[in-house]
Structures are given as structure tokens and as C-alpha cells.
């Protein structure tokens, strides 16, 4: 039996070429998500310790909120073993350069070169207090070359010695790879640069000890312990420590592992069920072949064992290929990113397991999917091959048990998820939609082949192919449902995550245009400069900006015993700039903060008081807001101007993208002449959330899609083993009249019913299963609308079914390309 099994690759390769892509793509998405997670922790190893690089021993406080002491140090540095030393002390700072506000770092450079972390790429290192270093980016930025003076104002509190220190560039150095410190700007200074910001009792963050020749680890590690206080909590090798901070950065939990194991988990999945509805093929194309095997001799456990075997040769291979081809994807990815100095430390790492589970996964996959099909081949006796074996309905047994769990599944899941759904409750609604969407594989054995019956009507208009098509799609139910149910999954799990990324979006949208009724505030605070007219003029001609109104101080409001600032807003900036119309004052009325009860208040402007009516904002405020077409700015020098100013709300074209944005708030900041950090408003974290969302989309639609892929290999595979076993089927209708361009439009239409309505049922699984997603995860702080991207769902539908047609391209012209004589005499 084992020459039997080795001549179908011989005799047939063809039919075990889609098994072969099916296992090889799922194996390569596993053993490259294995490979992202161990190259991740590498690349994290080469990026954070850069610091320690050099360094033979690292000495670490035992606290973050207790660095290493001054005593320690000194104690360190006169050890025996100590041949040099580094004490890092560093701090945040604010740097203005030019006009710009930027958020760094400033630490202090190292005593001996062979410690320093970083290189010096031009110019000299500080040789004085007033000099410092700045990283390549932040200099390539903003336009800092040596010469050039900065100004650093360290941290507020109690450790603080001096507001600012104004310092000359005196050569630019390598940007840190360290993930904490990247997009910041990165100072190296002398200690006493360091100390004029910081106190020196404030300590160290560690101490990193070049060790002299000849000296063991071991031996200066009880040395170093010995010599320092109590501060230090561990004294560990440069790759100990390393590997320590990748540890706490990661959590010691591989989130982003876990979420790309369970799309390659549904890749499994998918792969399964095309492996399964292959051999089942391969096994009714082979009924009379195997009888006739029974007939001279060979027993049921041989003639399983074959089919067993056939799995066996084809999931090893497949595996290899897999892995060899995971392997290639990810050295890919790491030289290209390798070249971009911004990514240099990236590095490969290729562990045994992600070797080891893609072989054993792929192989074991290949055997089990076709465990049925085996034992399929060998359930009839040799003499009654040639009868027709009855697919799952409701008229025989296994069709009844398989609708009974079906419904069950159904209607339990679903009622857990729509439960889970309204309670806000993701840890219900998660198991319970996993559990209905089993429910509906399990029936759609059941409906499927009905659906395609019934769109198969639309087929009609074709004629005779059109008719024969329809016919064809649901004549095996099983194999139809079967290659069905693989596009189902991947188009439920593509059209779930765009559904629920707009709903989840809308919620947020809605969230924030409440929290945040403005798009972009500008703020000013007492005995900072005030923003002139002809500033404003200039920021509202910047492009990206629609509206701009500048609030004037009214007077003060009493609510709920509390005194708040008034503020005044024209009717016609009100209406341009607040979207919400509960956020607009009248001239009668006044908006107060959030959950105000007051109906009435009293306007207090001066010496006058003006009754109004009282309405709650939807956001929370500490001040309220009235109309100035109803009541008059305070006077010039009323003297709570010189405790409260009003702030610039500022409109923007909702429809710049996220780096646009960022840009306009610098751009603002510097036009207005005030800090980026009091450049806020809800665009801005509006942008943030949808940029999150926008990612998470792309990649995980990116990630289903080889799911999706898998699954059109099916629906290849299945037509073209279709096309195999009505060979002599269609070469009759041939010799009828049937024109080879009416047998391709057959086999395409053929293809597109099973696609389209699979993709169908998939896109509303998808909105349903997306829409109480959301609501379970964000219905407990968030209105929760269900929100369904037409345009994305139909393109996933036209897409899916432009698919299948292109799928049976291949089937189709090996069909025509047969002469009528040629078919009808195979057997």
C-alpha cells in the first residue's frame, strides 16, 4: 500500500497542490508569529541595551523611587576590581529652540569614553558646563548645528536648582535606540550641566563598572556588593540586565504573541477545513479505485493507512516549505528595516520552537483533516462503492443530531451575546459569540446549499450555463458547504472588524465631541503675554484652520454654591465651532458645567447682574459659557482679568490626517507664540484613537487576509476537482453543443454563487458579531450606535467574489481545453 499512496503524487501531483498551499501559508503565519515575538525580544535586547553595551557589570537600585546614592558611587568607583565607572544621572527637561518647545532629556556624560552609550558623529563633547550634545535627529529636525544655543528648563519641585540654562551645541551624537527615550530629544551634558537642574543628592540611575583585566565576574560581584550601601538592589552582567528591562517593558506577558497565535489559529482553522473537503474529494473521485483494492486483498486499516500516509507525505512537505518560507518573510523584514538608521538594532531571531511547532502543527493539521475522509474510505463494503452516500439533512440521522447542536449552539451563544452586549460585559459576550458562530458551521450544512440554490436564480438570465451552474454549486452539499464555510470564516472576522473599528470610532467620536466640544483650545494663564489680534489673524490663516474665536471674560456665574468663571461666545462662532447644539448659549441662557441642577443663575458683571436660564453641557467645565450677543465683555481693567483669561477655540478641517494635524498644533503654538502643551482640544486625542483604530484595522484585516486566501485556494481546489470527475460529464455537453466559452461561464458562475453567498451570510454575521462587540466592550462608558461601513462591506463582497471568479480560471480552460472525444473516453 505504501507504492499505492507514493503513485498518486506520481499519477495525480496536481490534486495535492492546494492541500500543499493551504498547510504551507498557515504554517508560515505560525512560525512567523513565533519569530516576530523572539525577534521582538531580541530587537528590544539590541535597542535598550545599547546603554550597557560596553559595560561589564551593571549596578541597579533596588527601588525606581530610590536611585542610587552619591555614597555608592564613590564607593564603586574606588573598589579594586573598578578599573572605570559611569553614574548616570539624568533628568526631564523642556527644550526652546528657536521658536519650537520640545520635550527631552538631558543626562551626563560619561568620565570614560569606553562607557559612553553614545557615539559622536560631528563636533566635539562637552568640554564645559555651558556645552552639550544633541542626538542626529533631533539636530537633523530642527536645524541645530554646532554654535547653535538652546535653552533647557529642568523639572518643577524640590530637587530643582535653577528654572533654565541657556547651552551651546558642541557636536551631535547617535539618537538612543532605546524605546522610553524615542521622538524626544536626547542632551548630553557635563555633570555640572546636570547639577545646575537637578540637585546632586537626587542620586543615580545606575552605575555601569568596566571591570580590569583579568578580573572574574564572579569575583567582582562579591566585591561590588561588599563595597556598596544599601541602595543598590543588584548587581547583574550587561546581558542580565538587559534581558531584566525587557522583562519589565514587556510586562513578562507577550500580548501582541497571543493576538497574532489566534489569527494564525484561524488560519489553522481554515486550512483544516480545505485539507478535509480536499481528501473528501480526492476519496469519492477514488471510491471504485479503493473497492476494487478491497476486491484483490487489501483490508480496511491498509486502505486507510494509505490515505493516511498521502496526508502524512503531503503536511511534512507542506510544513518545511512553510517554516523555510516564514523563515525568509521575517529575514526580509529585518534587513529592510535594518537599513533605516531609525531601526538599525533590529535583529532576527529564529528559535527552535517556532521550527518545531510549524512542523509538528502542519503535519499534525494535514493528518487529522483527513482522519474522516480516511475512515469515509473504508465505511462502505467493496461491492456497494458505487452507491451514493447521503450528505447531512434533516432526513437522515447525522443531519438531524448536526442541526439539533447546531441550533443549540445558536440560539445559547447568541442569547449569551446579546446579554453580554446590553450589560456592557466583553468576558460574557466573547465565549457566547465564539460558541453561536460554531452553532452556525455546524448548520450551515442545512442553509447553504439552499441559499446557493436560490441565488442561483439570478444565474437564470445566463441560459443553459447559467441554469447548469446553479444545478452544479449544490450538487455535492457537503463539499459545497464545506468550501463555503472557509470563506464564512474569514469574511465574518474581515467584515466584524471593519463594522466594529466605525462603531467603535463613532463611539469614540461621540465621547470626545462631548468631553471636548471644541476642537482645539488655546490657552493662556495670568502674567503670560496675552495672544494679540494680529496673531490670530495670522493663525486663522493657516491652512487647516475654519473658524477661530477668541472668548472674552464676562463676569462670574454662582452654581451649586460655587463661584465659575463666565465666559462670552458670539452666536454665529457658537454655531461654527460647537457641534453640539446643547453646548450653544442664547441670549437668555447660560451653559453650565456638566450635572448642574441650576434652572436659574445669576450673572454677576461688575457692579450688574443679569438673570439667566440654566442648561448642563455635556462636558465637564469649570466655567460657564453665555452668548455675547446677550451680555457685554468685562471692562479693560476689572481686575478678574488679572486672574482669569479666556481661551482661543480654534475649528479645524476634520478631515487632516493625524500628521497634518500634528503639524497645525506646532504651526499654531508657534504662530500664537505660546507652548504646544497649551495647544489642546479633541482632534487631537480624536486623531490619536482613530489613527489606533485605523492601524488595528489595517493589520488585522491584513492578518485575516491570508485566512481569506486560504479559503479561495478551497474554492479553486474544490472546482477544480469538480472540473476532474465531470470530465466526461462536460465533454458531453460539449459534443451537445455547448461552446467552450459557455462551459468557462458555467465554471465561473459556479464559483461566484458559492463566493457571493458566502460572502454574503459572512458580511452579516460580521455586522452583528462587530456591533455587540463593541457594545460589550465600550458600553459601559461610551453610546454604543451600531455603525455598518457600506462601502467597505460591498467591496469586501464584490472582492470576494471577483475572487472565486478568478479561481476558476484555471479549472475552466483545463475543462475547455479538453476535445469532446478525449473526455468521453476516460473513464
Known sequence: MLQVALSQFKTHPRRFVAITLAVLLAVAFLSATLMVNASTKASLKASIGQAYASADLVLSPGSPNEPLTATAATKVTAAAPVEASYALQSLYVQADVGAASLPGSLRNMATSAALEPSKLLSGTWPANDGEVVVDSVTARKNALTAGDTVTLAGQLGGSTKAQSLTVTVSGTMTASADPMSYGSAQFVGTSGAVGKLIALDTGYGYISVKLKPGTSIAEAKTSLAAAADQSVGSILTADEKTTQDVANLTGGQDQLTIILLAFAGVALLVSALVVSNTFSVLVAQRTRELALLRCVGASRVQVRNSVMLEALVVGFVASVLGVLAATGLMALLVNLRSHNPDFAFA????????????????????VLAALIPARAATAVAPLAALRPVDDASVHNAGGRVRLGVGVLLILVGGAGLVYGGLSANLLVA?????????????AATLFVPKLVSLAGLLAAPAGVPGKMAAANAVRNPRRTTATAAALLIGVTLV?????????????????????????????????????????IAQAAALPGVTHIA???????????????PAFGISDTDAAALLANPANRPTRTSAVLPKGRADTQVSLQAGTQTTNLSGTPATSDRSYALVSLDGSLPLAVGDPLHTEIVAPLWIGVDQSLNADTLMQLRTSLATTLGISEYSVSGAVLEKVMYNQ???????????????????????????????????????????????????????????AVLIAGVAAMIGSVLGCVYGWLGVKSAL??????????PWGQIIAVVVVVAAAGLLASVVPANRAAKLSPVEGLAMD
Open 779 to 788: 458600553g459601559s462608558f461610551a453610546l454604543v450606535t451600531a455603525v455598518i
Open 347 to 366: 535583529t532576527l531571531a529564529v528559535p527552535p520552537s517556532s521550527i518545531v511547532a510549524g512542523m509538528v502543527v502542519g503535519t499534525s493539521l494535514t
Open 430 to 442: 466573547l465565549p457566547a459569540g465564539s460558541t453561536s458562530f460554531i452553532g452556525f458551521l455546524l
Open 495 to 535: 467584515t466584524m472588524m471593519m463594522s466594529g473599528a466605525a462603531t467603535a470610532r463613532h463611539a469614540f467620536d461621540t465621547e470626545l465631541d462631548a468631553h471636548y466640544p471644541v476642537d482645539i483650545t488655546a490657552l493662556t494663564y495670568p502674567g503670560q503675554p496675552a495672544i494679540t489680534d494680529a496673531r
Open 692 to 750: 489606533i483604530i485605523d492601524m488595528l484595522l489595517l493589520v488585522v484585516t491584513g492578518l485575516l487576509a491570508v485566512a481569506v486566501f486560504i479559503a479561495l485556494i478551497g474554492v479553486a481546489n474544490t472546482l477544480s476537482l469538480s472540473v476532474l470527475e465531470r470530465s466526461r460529464e462536460n465533454s458531453l455537453l460539449r459534443a451537445l453543443g455547448l461552446t467552450r466559452g459557455q462551459l468557462r461561464g458555467m465554471l465561473a458562475l459556479e
Open 550 to 564: 477668541k472668548l472674552e471674560l464676562v463676569g462670574t456665574v454662582d452654581s451649586d454654591g460655587q463661584t465659575l
